[in-house]
């Protein structure tokens, strides 16, 4: 049973940085996107920033530039780095992979104190 598992998480200050992990275990297979997602409170959950294994890479308007997504496909491992962090970068993170079928990590939280 494939499980990813994020960590990372936590309260920063505007302006500073957070990186968030994820690794997915129980699976033996690479996936074929591996990609980060977050969810605001009372709002959908939007794309934040994907990996493709063919080594393409896409990001939300809004943190083009700021954030950097990198993955180890041997290790099914992806990180995101967010650097200078705003208030509305608060929400709940979720790690996705995919592969034939959608996996969704258990989510971190990242709130952004201004």
């Known amino acids: 049973q494939v499980q990813l598992v994020e960590s990372g998480g936590g309260l920063v200050q505007a302006g500073g940085s957070l990186r968030l992990s994820c690794t997915a275990s129980g699976s033996i297979f690479t996936f074929n996107i591996m990609g980060w997602y977050r969810q605001a409170p009372g709002k959908q959950r939007e794309l934040v920033a994907t990996?493709?294994?063919?080594?393409?890479?896409n990001y939300a308007d809004s943190v083009k530039g700021r954030f950097t997504i990198s993955r180890d496909s041997a290790k099914n491992m992806v990180s995101l780095q967010m650097n200078s962090l705003k208030p509305e970068d608060t929400a709940v993170y979720y790690c996705?992979?995919?592969?034939?079928?959608?996996?969704w990590g258990q989510g971190t939280q990242v709130t952004v104190s201004s």
């Open positions: 996705h992979a995919r592969r034939y079928f959608d996996y």
């Open positions: 990996s493709i294994s063919s080594g393409g890479t």
